[in-house]
Structure formats: C-alpha cells, structure tokens
C-alpha cells in the first residue's frame, strides 16, 4: 500500500509515464516494464506525487525526455531527476496538510469522472448490443428471403497476409495498422503509429478504400472496412 507503479517503456507516447497508485496490499508482483516508487511520508504523500506525475504525463514531459530505442523507455535515474512541485510551510516544513487538501480535491473530481464514464460505458453497450441484433434479424432470413449463399472467394481476390515489421512510434514510413488499433469498428489514425517500408514493399501492402481488414489471430474474425 503507497507504492507509486510507473509504465517505463511503451510503443505508446500516450501510455508512457502511466501511473498506478496501490491503495491496499496485495499478493502481488510487478513486471519490469514498470518502475516503483516509495516515498519518503514525512515529506510527501504518495497521493500528491501519483497526481503530480500524471499531470506531468498529460504535459508530454515523459514523452519528451523520453530514450528513442525501438521503444519510448524512461529508466530510473531519469525518474529521479523529475521535479515536482511541492507544497511548504512558512516554517520550511513540507505541508502534508496542504497536499491532503489539495489531493482530496483531485480525487473527489476524479470519481465524479469514473462515474460518468461508467455511464457512458453502460450506453455503449447497450448500443452495440443493438447491431448484432440487426445483423442476425438481416441475415437469418437468407433462406426465406431466396438468397444463395457463396464462398467468399468468388467474390473476393485472393486474401493477402500483412506485414510483418515492428511498430514505430516516430513517423519513418507509412502508417501501420494493427489489430489493436481497430476499436468498434473505427480507427483513430492519428494514434496508429508508422513502420519502415520501401517503395516496393509499400505498393504490395498499401491500403485502399473497399480493402476489408480481417484479425487472424488474436481478437479472430475483427475486421474493418477502408474508406479513405
């Protein structure tokens, strides 16, 4: 409990710098993908730096500090050159009750936003159990309705693998869209990061609209249809 978990390396500046606070014990270890931290209680509460990092998260710092291997990483003695703000008493005291106060206040506005993307949540799925419901009512009725039913290859040219390349986060090539990136239907392109790929190598994977994109491992059968 008080153990402050760090996300050191990530393909993701989005998930670099993510942080977890532990807030009871538990029976359990943590990979070495992520950092912890312990601080010292008669200076700081857990709390304010778990929230002071997070803000510095949200500003890019990590990101923008961050080692370029074929990973965004963060190791430890950068970790411990991070500065934090941190509250004083006239005294020269640190001002645990000042950063209680303040860390009330972030947690109480906090909650109120778990809150209310539990009830976004609730209406997503209650409208994705909306489409399934439309799709078996439609397709059901293919005997009823006289239609034929055709193997995909006749109607499709010969399906295509992928390519295999290790995602990049810096813009050295073209996008690279995997699995992943695919959420209910949708992409947010400006999240799928690049790959490295030559001229010739890019015309035989390039992405067109009408392409369909089918998962074959992992989440199998997902797919997504190119409109642009």
């Known amino acids: 409990q008080g153990d402050i978990l760090f996300n050191n390396t990530s393909g993701s500046k989005e998930l670099l710098g993510k942080v977890a606070l532990v807030r009871e014990d538990f029976f359990a ?7 912890r931290i312990r601080v010292d209680g ?8 778990a929230w002071a990092l997070q803000y510095l998260r949200l500003q890019g710092y990590f990101a923008h500090h961050a080692h370029h291997w074929q990973q965004l990483g ?11 703000p941190l509250p004083f008493r006239p005294d020269g005291a640190p001002d645990l009750d000042e ?30 159990a909306l489409l399934p419901a439309v799709l ?6 293919a005997e009823e309705r006289g239609w034929r039913w055709v193997r995909l290859g006749k109607v499709a040219e010969k399906p295509q693998y992928g390519y295999t390349h290790s995602a990049i986060s810096e813009p050295v ?32 994977y390039k992405l067109e609209v009408g392409d369909i994109l ?15």
């Open 99 to 128: 950063q209680r106060r303040i860390v009330d206040r972030i947690e109480a506005v906090a909650e109120r936003v778990r809150e209310a993307k539990a009830l976004v949540e609730d209406g997503l799925r209650d409208a994705n």
């Open 173 to 204: 090539g073209p996008k690279f869209l995997r699995i992943s990136d695919i959420q209910d239907g949708s992409v947010d392109w400006e999240k799928v990061p690049y790959c490295r790929c030559d001229a010739k190598t890019f015309a035989r």
């Open 74 to 84: 963060f190791n430890v003695q950068m970790l411990k050159e991070v500065p934090i």
């Open 214 to 228: 089918f998962a074959r491992s992992g989440s199998v059968g997902k797919t997504f249809l190119v409109n642009e």
């Open 29 to 35: 270890a943590f990979s070495n993908h992520l950092t």
């Open 42 to 49: 008669s200076m700081v509460l857990p709390e304010w730096v």
């Open 136 to 141: 078996q009512q439609i397709f059901l009725q």
